[in-house]
């Protein structure tokens, strides 16, 4: 399957904790970004890499989230002392720089007890 | 501020028939459209895009019409399909900068058999 892929599919941790996803985009896309999904909205944006440059970070991300794209492949979204605001489907994309279209994983969710 | 607003959350409609689902927005520089479905645990998939130098985009049973002056695109399904069921997100951009998508807060399709 050469589609994005997203790791874990199922995030269960507690509060205070640091939790890390990983992302693999489509093998040559060289835009990633990352949306967080609530319950009865559509994802929102929290950032973008084209390459290994982050080169936009929504208001979203506060200073408790962190996201690479290490070599410009895949990324992780790392989130410390979690809350449970915390709590969302984070959705990975890809693209590739003269497509607009982007290609979505299935997501990882988030549980912070 | 709700910048894609999609006012209906719901759809049902008979097998056979037209789907019509409904999407405004209010900020006149998007200048690309795009619809995604969306089934339980999965990702958004895409379906398709309109740019806004087009009123209309047309992909075997599914077209898209955009009305620039009223600020507004709607998603056409014909014939419905069980298989459609799923939710539906409307989704604007810029295609200059990052291409982040700004998504409405989508529309649960029902096709009764």
């Known amino acids: 399957d050469t589609g994005v892929s997203q790791d874990p599919r199922h995030k269960i941790t507690k509060r205070g904790q640091n939790v890390t996803f990983r992302c693999d985009p489509i093998?040559?896309?060289?835009?990633l970004y990352w949306y967080r999904q609530t319950l009865g909205q559509g994802p929102e944006f929290l950032t973008y890499f084209q390459n290994e440059a982050q080169l936009e970070k929504s208001r979203l991300l506060s200073d408790r989230f962190s996201a690479e794209r290490p070599k410009g492949s895949f990324s992780t979204l790392e989130i410390q002392r979690t809350e449970q605001g915390d709590s969302a489907m984070y959705l990975c994309?890809?693209?590739?720089?003269?497509?607009?279209?982007?290609?979505f994983g299935p997501g990882t969710r988030l549980t912070v007890l | 501020d709700q910048q894609v607003k999609q006012n209906s959350p719901s759809l049902s409609v008979q097998e056979g028939r037209i789907s019509i689902l409904n999407c405004d927005y209010t900020n006149s520089m998007f200048d690309y459209f795009l619809w995604y479905k969306k089934y339980p645990a999965e990702g958004p998939t895409f379906l398709i895009s309109i740019s806004s130098i087009k009123d209309k985009n047309e992909d075997g049973r599914f077209t898209v019409f955009l009305n620039k002056s009223a600020k507004h695109l709607s998603l056409h399904i014909v014939p419905s399909q069980p298989g459609d069921s799923a939710v539906y997100f409307c989704a604007a951009s810029l295609t200059s900068g990052t291409y982040k998508y700004i998504f409405g807060t989508g529309t649960r399709l029902k096709v009764l058999a």
């Open positions: 994309a890809s693209s590739l720089r003269q497509y607009n279209e982007q290609f």
């Open positions: 093998s040559e896309h060289n835009r």
